[in-house]
């Protein structure tokens, strides 16, 4: 193979794989080093000249003249004799220039010397892929199907490029067909080998803020800022969003005339309940619009949030605001919390005398069958004597002899 067949066997790879012409030159000098450093020891004494436009490529040898049967290193010495087949004039002390040919490498090498520069070339590509994906972290993102398996979407983007949408990144209404394009945020990037892992996100709360920066012009122009997110993907979200202008409702903007603005995430998000809710540094007035649609009476913070760590608060409502303020399965009390930093303990106002926590029959019942009638708005033990067994079956996650055995604990303390 003459050199210029090797450079010619590769440019249309070369072409697809966009690469500038300096780095293509680095590369093949790189691997044409390599090659000749396995061959003869050192490449030191190489010259190699590459016109990666043309396909040209020359390989030359430099050694310095010795006198015959004096030569220690044949890579780097030629005897006087050899030099002057190449040259009659060739004295001892000269320099000679000698151009090496693929073929002189042999056949198993110049197989190897290509494998390794087709090699060469998909690791820049990967290195570049990882690169441009990592500046796009958090940032929207829209592919096509490409293939559908058990466990995630593999997408391919306008560029060829592949995009892994897993199934704990999908909301749970998702279903894509083959060729439909998919939007969500890149949610991070990996080199695994010299592959980059390019992963996609619809479950992240940044999808919920990018999909507002694309839809909202308030907020893409920087005169809407949202200051808090939290989603359970699919069923529900709270985002609070602030104006530094109060000429603009940064609500009623996001929102629009009859939901027209939120209409399209909401869609995008699988029919996801949206709460846009006012941001205020006021924080119990914070706390009060995040556990809306419920009315607040008042509230006690009892502690403030530090360092990461959630503060708490004691929340007081009327009893038929609580399982407003909790919602069903506990999401609204949940959001709320998630959003303001704070855990929400909700308490009944004006609860009788008589009545009496739940969270005082701690000894004699699990917690986590207390917190299982507390999501459905059920705090006191009169409020739980008052439901019927089967209705209380049906809203929470309990047996009916746990249910039974419990109301048995609550009256024997009104009994006693």
Not at 173 to 190: A, Q, T
Not at 386 to 402: A, F, G, I, Q, S
């Amino acid at each position: 193979m003459e050199n210029i067949d090797l450079i010619n066997s590769f440019s249309e790879f070369k072409d697809d794989k966009s690469i500038d012409r300096v780095t293509l030159m680095s590369i093949l000098e790189e691997v044409f080093r390599a090659a000749l450093k396995r061959k003869f020891g050192s490449d030191e004494n190489f010259d190699i000249i590459i016109n990666p436009d043309k396909g040209d490529l020359e390989i030359w040898r430099n050694r310095v003249v010795v006198a015959d049967g004096m030569s220690e290193d044949d890579n780097e010495e030629i005897e006087l004799a050899e030099a002057r087949k190449i040259e009659p004039d060739f004295e001892i002390g000269e320099d000679v220039s000698e151009e090496v040919k693929l073929f002189q490498l042999g056949r198993r090498a110049i197989l190897a010397l290509r494998q390794n520069l087709i090699s060469k070339i998909y690791e820049h590509d990967s290195t570049n892929i990882f690169k441009h994906f990592k500046e796009l972290e958090g940032d929207l993102y829209s592919a096509e199907v490409h293939h559908i398996k058990h466990n995630a979407i593999i997408l391919l983007d306008d560029e060829g490029n592949e995009l892994v949408l897993p199934k704990s990144e999908q909301i749970r209404s998702d279903f894509f067909r083959k060729g439909e394009s998919v939007r969500g945020i890149i949610k991070s990037v990996e080199l695994r080998g010299n592959k980059p892992v390019i992963l996609l996100s619809r479950t992240a709360p940044g999808f919920l803020t990018k999909l507002f920066e694309q839809e909202i012009p308030e907020v893409f122009d920087g005169l809407i800022t949202i200051e808090g997110v939290a989603r359970i993907p699919g069923e529900k979200a709270k985002i609070a969003v602030d104006s530094y202008d109060d000429r603009i409702d940064p609500v009623g903007a996001c929102v629009g005339m009859k939901g027209s603005r939120i209409h399209g995430i909401v869609r995008e998000l699988g029919n996801e309940n949206i709460d846009v809710i006012n941001y205020t540094k006021n924080t119990q007035l914070f706390i009060a619009r995040a556990l809306s649609p419920a009315k607040i009476v008042s509230m006690d913070i009892v502690e403030e949030p530090v360092e990461g760590k959630k503060g708490r608060v004691n929340v007081f409502l009327k009893p038929e605001e609580v399982s407003r303020a909790i919602g069903r399965g506990g999401v609204n009390i949940r959001l709320a919390s998630e959003l303001t930093g704070f855990e929400i303990d909700v308490q009944r106002e004006g609860v009788e005398d008589e009545d009496v926590e739940l969270t005082e029959f701690s000894d004699e019942i699990e917690g986590w069958i207390i917190q299982e009638f507390k999501n459905i708005g059920l705090d006191t033990a009169k409020s739980v004597l008052d439901k019927d067994v089967d209705e209380l079956v049906k809203r929470t996650d309990l047996e009916e002899e746990t249910i039974l055995d419990v109301q048995r604990v609550l009256r024997e303390e009104f009994e006693s």
